[in-house]
């Protein structure tokens, strides 16, 4: 059963950072392609990162320069830093697994996190 738990989100001001975490289990995690998607209210879920297995990236326009996408195949974790931060990235941001074909395609992906919600204040 694969389990996908995201961590680290929560209140930051305007031009802050954040570090989120998506650990993994229940996967052999060096062989899949993760990814990071967020949802705001009222809004379509949106790519933001994602990375295969040997370590291409992939990022969204909307964060480029911004958010990087790493992962720790010894930790089975794969994280999403997020630098200068804006109100507009306030949402709940996904962790996503084993994805196949395109990374920034939502069906591209078999397994999903909770969601950790990252709240952006002026």
């Known amino acids: 059963q694969v389990h996908l738990v995201e961590s680290g989100g929560g209140l930051v001001q305007a031009g802050g950072s954040l570090r989120l975490s998506c650990a993994a289990s229940?996967?052999?995690?060096?062989?899949?392609?993760m990814a990071w998607f967020r949802q705001a209210p009222g809004k379509e879920q949106e790519f933001v990162a994602g990375i295969t297995w040997n370590y291409s990236i992939t990022i969204a326009d909307s964060v480029k320069g911004r958010f990087t996408i790493s992962r720790d195949q010894a930790k089975n974790t794969v994280y999403l830093q997020m630098n200068s931060l804006s109100l507009e990235d306030t949402a709940v941001y996904y962790c996503a697994a084993d994805g196949r074909l395109r990374p920034e395609l939502v069906a591209s992906y078999a397994y999903w996190g909770q969601g950790t919600q990252v709240t952006v204040s002026s």
């Open positions: 229940g996967l052999t995690f060096s062989h899949a392609a």
